[in-house]
């Protein structure tokens, strides 16, 4: 059963910041169940739902970003796929699936929660890492207090893309130049 929240995508602003951290701290997983991989599948079908309405020009890219503390445990994909089959499908999709010729930039965050064993660790980073993009798009934190340093590197990184240099001058070509 996949009891998976999800917030709508919506333009970055303080009051959608705001409702983006109460969603967060609103989230409980008193189950301790995983479905990371249906979470991925949804938000792949949010990003293609939200895009086709967005002009191709003005189109920099789709960034997933996945933070999670625990092995997928409870992904189904609408009865198609079982929960074995579920991490080559939705890798698939992260690493085919393109919007207006670009595809799918992929960032991945993980952590040791309380139900993931040390034995089980390797196995995660490797399921993990193979979700990102490429190696350093990856981050596993020993110490999830590191969580929101990592995001702040994630989030420089994403918005220096769009860092733009204008070079204006007087109309008359006097006076000096002005980047901006």
Not at 81 to 98: G, I, N, P, Q, Y
Not at 105 to 118: F, I, L, Y
């Amino acid at each position: 059963m996949n009891d998976t929240q999800i917030f709508p995508i919506t333009s970055l602003t303080e009051s959608s910041r705001l409702q983006m951290r109460t969603f967060i701290a609103k989230q409980s997983n008193q189950r301790q169940a995983t479905s990371m991989y249906y979470a991925i599948d949804k938000g792949i079908k949010e990003l293609s739902a939200h895009i086709k309405g967005l002009n191709p020009k003005k189109f920099e890219g789709a960034h997933v970003i996945t933070f999670t503390d625990g092995l997928d445990n409870t992904s189904q994909l609408e009865d198609k796929f079982s929960l074995a089959k579920v991490s080559s499908h939705v890798k698939e999709e992260l690493t085919t699936t393109s919007f207006h010729g670009k595809l799918i930039d992929s960032w991945v965050v993980g952590s040791q929660g309380e139900d993931v064993k040390d034995g089980q660790l390797d196995m995660m980073k490797s399921q993990l890492s193979a979700l990102a993009s490429n190696p350093d798009q990856f981050f596993f934190l020993e110490d999830v207090s590191m969580l929101e340093r990592i995001f702040r590197q994630i989030a420089n990184g994403l918005t220096k893309r769009w860092l733009s240099w204008v070079c204006t001058s007087a109309l008359n070509h006097d006076g000096g130049v002005c980047w901006t």
